[in-house]
């Protein structure tokens, strides 16, 4: 079957100007995580929603920063007047609530110009 | 707080055996997991350990210690395709399957001729 997909796989915006990143989580997983990975270092955890449970905001970096999933399935992560440090790839996962597993997107590679 | 560490980079050679080392110190534990990603690419899940002992799961095993804080991920008989960064990742003591996870740096491995 399909898996996570993620669109667009690159984006290069203008500093100040909003991005929206796009997530397709696998079909009928409930939990979606939104992950950031900078140049050489490791994921970054950001955001995650579980079925109708208040999503858990901890990791967001900024108040730049928002996500949401519509209708349990699609989400979208957006960064509001973006900066330089906001360059990385955007990774997205999904997961059921069968396994601790998590299933990642190829990301969205972002670059803040 | 969350600390985890694992060596930055490895080489080894095609045929060998490898151990990838990770070592943890968390506020908590309920699980670790090994992800392997090749460059440009999305993670992809290698295991999970729980409890303590050792997972074998054909040429890739992984071991846990809770009361050490450590795991490490053993390959064997090397190919070149694993040539990939290895991602160490804990999960939180959270219930149910959906959980953020705190990765570390992840180790680059090289396999030579």
């Known amino acids: 079957g399909a898996g996570v997909s993620q669109s667009p796989s690159n984006k290069v915006t203008e500093k100040g100007k909003d991005v929206e990143l796009r997530c397709d989580p696998i079909?009928?997983?409930?939990?979606l995580y939104w992950y950031r990975q900078r140049l050489g270092q490791g994921l970054e955890f950001l955001i995650y929603?579980?079925?109708?449970?208040?999503?858990?905001k901890s990791g967001l970096p900024s108040d730049r920063f928002s996500a949401e999933r519509t209708g349990g399935s699609v989400s979208t992560l957006t960064i509001q007047r973006t900066q330089q440090e906001d360059s990385a790839v955007y990774l997205c996962?999904?997961?059921?609530?069968?396994?601790?597993?998590?299933?990642f997107g190829p990301g969205t590679r972002l670059t803040v110009t | 707080g969350q600390n985890i560490d694992q060596p930055t980079e490895m080489t080894a050679t095609e045929g060998a055996i490898v151990q990838i080392n990770c070592t943890y110190q968390?506020?908590?534990?309920?699980?670790l997991f090994w992800y392997q990603q090749h460059a440009g690419e999305a993670p992809t899940f290698l295991s999970y350990?729980?409890?303590?002992g050792l997972e074998e799961k054909g040429r890739f095993s992984s071991f846990l210690s809770r009361s050490k804080g450590y795991s490490y991920l053993l390959l064997k008989e090397l190919q070149m395709k694993d040539s990939a960064s290895y991602l160490c990742?804990?999960?939180?003591?959270?219930?149910?399957?959906?959980?953020?996870?705190?990765f570390g740096t992840g180790t680059r491995l090289q396999v030579t001729l």
């Open positions: 968390t506020s908590g534990f309920n699980g």
């Open positions: 350990n729980v409890l303590d």
């Open positions: 929603f579980q079925g109708n449970s208040a999503p858990d």
């Open positions: 996962a999904s997961g059921s609530d069968r396994t601790y597993e998590q299933y």
């Open positions: 079909s009928g997983h409930t939990a």
């Open positions: 990742a804990v999960r939180p003591p959270i219930t149910g399957t959906a959980s953020k996870l705190t």
